[in-house]
């Protein structure tokens, strides 16, 4: 059984630092890769930054040179360190994996980013 559990999130001022962390079980992330998503009431979820099986990285435009994604594969846990917040950094976050066989995704359950002005 797959699961996926994020924790870090919480209440930061503009400017400041916080670190996610998503540990896996039952799936790979060194096999499989992730990635971090956001979501903001409304809106459909978006991806922030991934990590592929090869250690590849990807981000978007927007967290560019403040967020960095990396993952520690002998715990098999995933981290987005974001930097230099901004209140549009502002959502629940959340990690995501798909099992490279079988197709299926699999979501964690999210934790909430809150970035005063």
């Known amino acids: 059984q797959v699961q996926l559990v994020e924790s870090g999130g919480g209440l930061v001022q503009a400017g400041g630092s916080l670190r996610l962390s998503c540990a896996a079980s039952g799936i790979t992330f060194r096999i499989n890769g992730m990635g971090w998503y956001r979501q903001v009431p409304g809106a459909q979820r978006e991806l922030v930054a991934a990590?592929?099986?090869?250690?590849?990285?990807n981000y978007a435009d927007s967290v560019k040179g403040r967020f960095t994604i990396s993952r520690d594969s002998a715990k098999n846990i995933a981290y987005l360190q974001m930097n230099s917040l901004k209140p549009e950094d502002t959502a629940v976050y959340y990690c995501n994996t798909r099992d490279l066989r079988s197709r299926s995704g699999y979501w964690g359950q999210g934790t909430q980013v809150t970035v005063s002005s």
């Open positions: 990590i592929s099986g090869g250690g590849i990285t």
